[in-house]
């Protein structure tokens, strides 16, 4: 199985700021990777999917770049409604479909 | 756009059946892979497996043994059942739509149903 692991699992910013989170892939994914937003008590939404697309919908200022194992998601800047976790997830190889552990972005 | 709702008990006892249904709206079931994701309180996320209209299925390997996923394409739903549930199957579930046999990744997702473990 593909293992999936972000950095940080944790960070704090401000309204504004820039911020990059980042996945890693165990091996190869190519750009099948895809990025969510899971808000408190709502289910996740898909942000980004095949490394760089956007969802129809999300705003400009996500974006996703990568491929290979490393990955990075950005928001250029952060809005209140942006404080979130975010999760990243392969889709190269599956069964089974996996998940990043997420990183929560507070406020600082 | 497709709407998904899951429903079911919140609360199961140990050594049960957890089972739930996810009814899919403003959008036909057929074509496509359909998932259940799981979210333990205050963790992430754990795909439990998917199923497509056909009735084909992929389980994850850690629950495969008490995993049934299955579809009924008359009523445009599919269900989930968990069997020999304990404290650690306690969670929200999602249901969620797979985009395409050759990208499994989930654009839309039900609002979720937190099933609770206990005696």
């Known amino acids: ?108 | 756009q497709v709407q998904l709702q899951e429903s079911g008990p919140g609360l199961v006892k140990p050594s049960e059946t957890l089972s739930l249904t996810c009814t899919v709206s403003s959008g036909s079931i057929s074509n496509y892979y359909w998932s259940w994701i799981r979210q333990p309180p205050g963790k992430g996320l754990e795909w439990i497996g998917y199923i497509y209209y056909s009735g084909s299925t992929n389980y994850s390997p850690s629950l495969k043994s008490r995993v049934t996923i299955s579809v009924d394409t008359s009523k445009n739903q599919f269900s989930l059942k968990l069997s020999s549930v304990t404290a650690a199957d306690t969670a929200v579930y999602y249901c969620a739509r797979v985009y395409s046999a050759y990208d499994k990744f989930l654009d839309y997702w039900g609002q979720g149903t937190l099933v609770t473990v206990s005696s």
């Open chain 1, 1 to 108: 199985d593909i293992q999936m692991t972000q950095s940080p699992s944790s960070l704090s910013a401000s309204v504004g700021d820039r911020v990059t989170i980042t996945c890693r892939a165990s091996q190869s994914i190519i750009t099948y990777l895809n990025w969510y937003q899971q808000k408190p008590g709502k289910a996740p939404k898909l942000l980004i999917y095949a490394a760089s697309s956007l969802q129809s919908g999300v705003p400009s200022r996500f974006s996703g770049s990568g491929s290979g194992t490393d990955f990075t998601l950005t928001i250029s800047s952060l809005q209140p409604e942006d404080f979130a976790t975010y999760y990243c997830q392969q889709s190269y190889s599956t069964p089974p479909i996996t998940f990043g552990q997420g990183t929560r972005l507070g406020i600082k």
